[in-house]
């Protein structure tokens, strides 16, 4: 398998563009450690083909955003029709009123809902609805949120910018309770799940804390929303936050993102300058239409069983060649992690796998589509095989 064409795109594109690519996850040292697949051609249902011709099995699926699969006939055809009558116009959409209707209730705490194209977008929207509902500052926050200025605490962000938000991590909750007692915070923003945490029970924890303290809890289910079986992982864990934000498999793959909350904390957003030109941009809207509708038509608890036995059985792999020391498989079915202790074993497998046709995220989720079939999976469970039995007696791979 080789990967010379990307390669010879990606160095001419070093040259015009800072990190050769847009994002972060995708830059090549990360994915595939400088020696994988770059730029791709075609890509269909659960696979991928590159621009040497090489074809994959997917489970990044763009990072989380593809959940119905690449290009499904159907949903093609939803949004052709869609750009024949109109992509952006002078005037708003009808397609923003129906889709708020198709989310509002499904996701338990959305009453209202506001529409954006990127996640870091969204995110920063409700911290500024926070900022405003509380007429308090400061942030508490577990998880990551995008690039924008409040969400970060690299290079290049102001100090007053950064000393607004304060971040934890969950085997610190102990910490959350006396930060919130002790200081005013406007909300609490978490990814509802990050690997096997946070426990139902450190969510309850949040939920009451926030209550008490008068601050806003804040779920960013930009990777869970619409990948658990009753639509959120706020329904799935049973506790319901106060704003939420949305993105990936919202739309598919198209830019959209979401903040949706209670009515009285919403109504807030009605005296706040939050707007954008391409908040109307009717090719996403569509093609969140189509998806939710489909979601809700379907359900995901075929790809939900598929995702639990694919687990289990990578369990199972690891456990027969005496490495379940060497690494676990976290998460839930739709979006879990073969998580290994050891980076460099890691990165074996992960570019094992990948010269076999399979595409396994390095440090983080693999996501399943409902595009995957038992075909899919169970070549999947054939490579991951090989490849950690040759890695467990020490032999090249
Ligand atoms: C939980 C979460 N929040 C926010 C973001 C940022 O979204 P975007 O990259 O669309 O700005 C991401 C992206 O990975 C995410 O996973």
Not at 162 to 187: C, Q
Not at 192 to 213: A, I, Q, S, W
């Amino acid at each position: 398998m080789g990967f010379e064409v990307s390669k010879r795109i990606y160095e001419e594109s070093l040259k015009l563009i800072p990190w050769g690519v847009q994002t972060g996850s995708k830059r090549p040292e990360f994915l595939f450690f400088g020696d994988g697949p770059i730029y791709v051609a075609k890509a269909k249902g659960s696979k991928l083909w590159d621009v040497d011709g090489n074809e994959y099995i997917d489970y990044i699926m763009a990072l989380g955003a593809v959940f119905l699969g690449y290009n499904r006939d159907e949903w093609l055809k939803f949004i052709t029709e869609q750009m024949e009558r109109f992509v952006l116009t002078s005037l708003s959409s009808v397609l923003e009123y129906e889709l708020a209707s198709e989310i509002a209730g499904f996701i338990p705490s959305v009453e209202m809902i506001r529409f954006f194209k990127t996640g870091a977008e969204a995110t920063s929207s409700a911290v500024r609805v926070a900022r405003a509902f509380t007429g308090r500052e400061k942030i508490l926050a577990c998880g990551y949120f995008g690039w924008h200025d409040w969400a970060n605490t690299g290079y290049g962000i102001p100090d007053e910018v950064k000393k607004l938000t304060i971040w934890f991590k969950w085997d610190e909750i102990d910490r959350v309770e006396g930060l919130l007692e002790n200081d005013e915070f406007a909300g609490v923003i978490v990814e509802p799940v990050m690997g096997d945490e946070p426990t139902r029970e450190k969510l309850e924890f949040l939920r009451d804390v926030t209550k008490r303290t008068g601050t806003l809890l804040i779920f960013d289910e930009i990777k869970t929303g619409f990948r658990f079986p009753s639509g959120s992982a706020q329904s799935y864990f049973g506790v319901i936050p106060d704003l939420t934000v949305l993105g990936k498999s919202l739309a598919n793959g198209m830019p959209l993102s979401a903040l949706g909350g209670k009515r009285d904390v919403m109504k807030e957003m009605a005296k706040l300058w939050i707007s954008t030109t391409y908040g109307s941009e009717a090719l996403s809207l569509a093609s969140s239409l189509f998806t939710v509708r489909e979601i809700k038509r379907a359900g995901i608890e075929k790809t939900w069983n598929l995702g639990e036995m694919m687990m289990s059985e990578i369990s199972r792999i690891l456990c027969s060649y005496g490495m379940d020391k060497n690494a676990k498989v976290v998460g839930y079915p739709t979006m879990f992690w073969v998580k290994f202790e050891d980076e460099d074993m890691e990165r074996k497998f992960i570019r094992a796998v990948m010269r076999r046709g399979i595409l396994l995220k390095r440090g983080g989720y693999n996501f399943l589509s409902m595009a995957h079939d038992r075909n899919d999976v169970d070549r999947t469970l054939d490579v991951v095989d090989e490849v950690l039995r040759r890695i467990g007696r020490g032999d090249d791979v």
